[in-house]
């Protein structure tokens, strides 16, 4: 059963669900891509399924997204909500490891507060403190737009990072990604064959949709590991 709560962030506040798991061995805050909010059924399937699988989760909508906008706001304002959302999911942790993560965008900006501060840039804020990242299907670059890469502050990620991509996944395939996460400290890569963004498949052949999420739910569960000994 999922519980709805509200974060403030600032001088706003923004919607966030808890989906509990039973003997959680770990807390995944997972954001939403560009174009959908946490109410989104690939939300709402991975919210249940890894709680199932006996880790908390917890979505919440960027506040463009709570706010009735359509265009996200700029990167810093995304990056200060997901901060905000971090704190207060830290303090309902109960101390279990944090992971954060999420769809497209939302992965991309969890990979953005988990690195640590660029030493020739202007910006000096600390990475989060979090036990993992995990990313469904990284935007490296928009489609088609190899000179947009969206990769420099990757290798500066010191914690674990899980990356799901299909392999039709047109804002970047496995080929543009395996030496991109060469270079980070602790990146693994898994492939959804014949997935493309969403890890949809295009031949009937091909496992159904829930076949595929719950393959992946079973990766990021495997990959965060069993509960930390006492």
């Known amino acids: 059963m999922s519980t709805p709560f509200t974060i403030p962030v600032d001088d706003d506040s923004t919607t966030a669900v808890a989906y509990p798991a039973a003997d959680a061995r ?81 992965g991309r900006m969890a990979t953005h507060i988990a690195a640590s501060p660029d030493p020739d840039g202007d910006e000096a804020t600390p990475a989060a403190d979090v036990s993992g990242v995990v990313a469904l299907g990284y935007p490296l670059h928009p489609p088609g737009r190899l000179e947009k890469m969206r990769d420099a502050h990757l290798p500066r990620i010191a914690v674990p990072t899980l990356v799901v991509q299909g392999a039709r996944d047109t804002f970047g395939t496995e080929e543009e990604l395996r030496p991109v996460l060469a270079r980070m ?41 069993p509960k930390p000994k006492a």
């Open 26 to 106: 770990a807390t995944l805050i997972l954001a939403h891509g560009a174009g959908a909010p946490q109410t989104h059924p690939f939300m709402v399937a991975f919210g249940h399924g890894l709680a199932e699988r006996g880790i908390e989760t917890v979505t919440f909508n960027f506040l463009y997204t709570e706010q009735g906008r359509r265009a996200p706001d700029r990167a810093l304002k995304l990056e200060a909500c997901y901060r905000a959302v971090v704190d207060a999911v830290r303090e309902r942790s109960e101390e279990r490891p944090l992971f954060i993560g999420g769809k497209s965008m939302g």
């Open 185 to 225: 400290p602790a990146a693994t890569l898994h492939v959804v064959e014949g997935g493309d963004h969403s890890f949809n498949v295009r031949r009937k052949s091909d496992p159904s949709k829930q076949e595929i999420y719950d393959a992946v739910m079973d990766v990021i569960a495997d990959w965060i590991g």
